[in-house]
C-alpha cells in the first residue's frame, strides 16, 4: 500500500509555469513506476506523463510533449511534474497515481493501483 498526497496545484496566467509534487508514503517508493493524470470538468480523466521506477525512461502525451517534465527523486519519496508554456486547455485536476510494476509505463486510469486526491491548477487566459 502506498498513500499519495499532491501539492502544487494554483492559477497561473498562460504562458506561465508550475511545478507540482506528489509526495508517497508506504511502502518503497522505488518499486513503482509513476504517472500524472488529469480531468478537466466534464471530461474523462486523461494520461499525462510517466515514468519507470529509476526515472531512465518517461513517456508523454502529445499535447504537453516538449512543456511538460516529470521527474522523480527516489531519496525523498517524491514525484515532481514541471509544467512550462501553460495553457488554458491545461486547466484539470491533476492526479499522480503509482503502478506496481516498476518497469511499465502505461497510460491507462485502470493500470495504476494508487492514486493521490488531486490538485486543481487553473490557467487563465
Known amino acids: 500500500q502506498v498513500q499519495l498526497v499532491e501539492s502544487g496545484g494554483g492559477t497561473v496566467q498562460a504562458g506561465g509555469s508550475l511545478r507540482l509534487s506528489c509526495a508517497a508514503s508506504?511502502?518503497?517508493?522505488?518499486?513503482?513506476?509513476m504517472g500524472w493524470f488529469r480531468q478537466a470538468p466534464g471530461k474523462e480523466r486523461e494520461f499525462v506523463a510517466a515514468m519507470i521506477w529509476s526515472g531512465g525512461s518517461t513517456y508523454y502525451a502529445d499535447s504537453v510533449e516538449g512543456r511538460f517534465t516529470i521527474s522523480r527523486d527516489n531519496a525523498k519519496d517524491t514525484v515532481h511534474l514541471q509544467m512550462n508554456s501553460l495553457k488554458p486547455e491545461d486547466t484539470a485536476v491533476y492526479y499522480c497515481a503509482a503502478l506496481k510494476t516498476p518497469l511499465r509505463i502505461l497510460v491507462r486510469t485502470v493500470q495504476y493501483d494508487y492514486w493521490g486526491q488531486g490538485t486543481q491548477v487553473t490557467v487563465s487566459s
Open positions: 508506504g511502502r518503497t517508493f522505488s518499486s513503482y513506476a
